[in-house]
Structure formats: C-alpha cells, structure tokens
C-alpha cells in the first residue's frame, strides 16, 4: 500500500490464515454462489489464500476464476490449494484493488469478501471494480459490522477489547463498521440495481468452535505484531493487552462463552 502508515490489520500469520481457511463460498458467498453459472468469468478481490475463491472457480466451470491479492505469500498460497485440488480454471496473480490488471467490462461476476472494509480508499476502490465488470455484470461484497461482533462470557467483558480492535482497524485506514455502509457504499458508486442487501451472524459457540475462536484471537490479537500497532497508534498499553489476554485464558473452558462476528453484505448488479 502506498502510506506506510496505512496497514493491513489482520497480517499474514498463521492463526489468522486458519481463520481464512475455515471459510467456505457456501457460508460466507452463498447468495452470490447462487447466482453464478458455467461459463461466466469471475474476479475474486482480496482473495487471501483461496478457500472461497476456488468453490467460485468450481460453480464456473469451464469459466475462468482470476484471483487477486496484494500479497505475494497469499497468492502463493491460493495457486498451490488450486493445484492440489486439481482446480485448471483458477489464476491467481498480486495486484492492487485500486489499480486492477485487468480490461474494462471483462468480469460477469466480482466477489470481495472481507475486502472494502481494509481499503483505505473505498470511491477509488468501488470505481475500479465497476469498471472491470460488464454492463449486466454482479458485484457481491461482505464486510464485518464491527460493532456488532462481540465475545461475551460471564467471566469477564471483552467490550474494551473489541472496541480497541475495531480502532485498530480504522487506525489502519480501514473501516470497522463497513458491513453496514456497504449498500450506501454501492449506490454512491452508482450500482442503482441493489439486488439483495443483508445482514448475518458467524457465531462460536460449541466447545470446540469456543477452543477455536479463543486459541485465534489468543495468537492472532495478542501475536507480537498485531500488539505492536495497536500500542504504536496509542490505542492500548502493553500492561492492558496483558490483562486481556489472561481474562480470554481464563473463558478458555467456560460453557457459557460465545463469539459472534457480525457481517453486512451487498449484492448489486452493474446497470
Ligand atoms: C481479511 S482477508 C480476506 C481474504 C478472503 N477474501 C477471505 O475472506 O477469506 C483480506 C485480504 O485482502 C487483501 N488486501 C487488502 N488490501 C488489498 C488491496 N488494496 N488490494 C488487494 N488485496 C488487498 C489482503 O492481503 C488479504 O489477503
């Protein structure tokens, strides 16, 4: 990204990337998915290492998936999961969302999970993504309302802790709220043929949904890195982070915990 000041939260770490694998198009693209047929030619922006975008590569078949990431590691990543699951219409390649490699009007379909929400420039980014589809064309986005994910135990109250995640995000250039912005976002970008605007839960709340939740916000939120930025934005205090680290290791076997990600999607098609 072009302001250092300006960085991808989440990072590429290896809790976080469990967390990135356990997605399916189905759980978290359904509504797209839906919609997608043999043939088309779909973009998956932001694609991280793959999971979603080769269960769209599958619903195309013999269409073409083109994945795209500004990573090098993820991109890595999504072409060696394509490989191995035998996936030969699925490209992945590092690029810029805001300066996308690709030719006008080229996409019947552009699917960004969890994307807007970490680019800075959300009027350059919805400008580049319209000018790739064609006319026809669908674009689908889903992205966390932050203030509506929580985790919530009897135990202790991670209030705090999520609200200085969320103004981590926003310290980042990101936008923590912009699950719940995404229809505004569409029409102000002139996607006037709002076909769907929903709301939903990803929720943890089995032992062993609880072990994982815990054990990922446990190495990724508290990973040196990710500690960190947040103490280099004045967000937190290295004595806070530690106290909350100890409260979310004592829910680690408590019963009545439950994690719950709350996310906003929008699905436009372009007129
Ligand atoms: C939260 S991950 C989501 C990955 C995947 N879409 C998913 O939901 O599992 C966001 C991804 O967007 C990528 N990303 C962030 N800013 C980007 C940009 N400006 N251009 C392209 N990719 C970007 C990150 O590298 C990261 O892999």
Redesign the pocket.
């Known amino acids: 990204?072009n302001d250092p000041q300006r960085k991808?939260t989440?990072g590429?770490g290896e809790a976080f990337e469990r967390f990135?694998l356990n997605?399916s198009a189905i759980n978290?693209s359904a509504n797209l998915l839906a919609r997608l047929e043999p043939g088309m030619r779909i973009l998956?922006?932001?694609?991280?290492?793959g999971?979603?975008s080769l269960e769209l590569g599958q619903a195309v078949q013999p269409g073409e998936l083109q994945g795209?990431?500004?990573?090098q590691s993820?991109i890595e990543k999504a072409r060696l999961r394509a490989a191995l699951a035998g996936c030969d219409n699925a490209y992945f390649q590092v690029?810029?969302?805001?300066d996308l490699p690709f030719e006008n009007d080229s996409f019947d379909a552009v699917h960004?999970?969890?994307?807007v929400m970490?680019?800075p420039d959300t009027p350059v980014l919805m400008a580049e993504l319209k000018r790739v589809l064609k006319p026809e064309g669908l674009l689908f986005a889903r992205d966390m309302i932050g203030s509506s994910t929580f985790f919530h135990s009897s135990l202790h109250s991670f209030e705090d802790m999520m609200k200085m995640f969320l103004a981590l995000i926003d310290a980042n250039g990101g936008h923590a709220e912009m699950g719940k912005e995404l229809k505004g976002v569409f029409l102000e970008a002139g996607f006037s043929n709002i076909l769907l605007a929903n709301t939903s839960f990803e929720c943890y709340s089995t032992p062993d949904e609880l072990l994982f939740a815990n054990t990922f916000i446990d190495e990724w939120f508290f990973a040196p890195e990710t500690k960190k930025a947040a103490i280099n934005h004045g967000l937190t205090t290295e004595e806070q982070l530690q106290r909350w680290q100890n409260n979310l290791q004592e829910c680690k076997n408590s019963t009545d915990s439950l994690f719950s990600l709350a996310w906003g999607e929008c699905l436009a098609r372009k007129s």
Request: with cysteine; charged share 15%.
């Open positions: 990204m991808y989440m590429y990135l997605r978290c998956d922006c932001g694609c991280g290492p999971a979603i795209l990431d500004i990573e993820q690029g810029q969302a805001t960004c999970h969890a994307l970490h680019v």
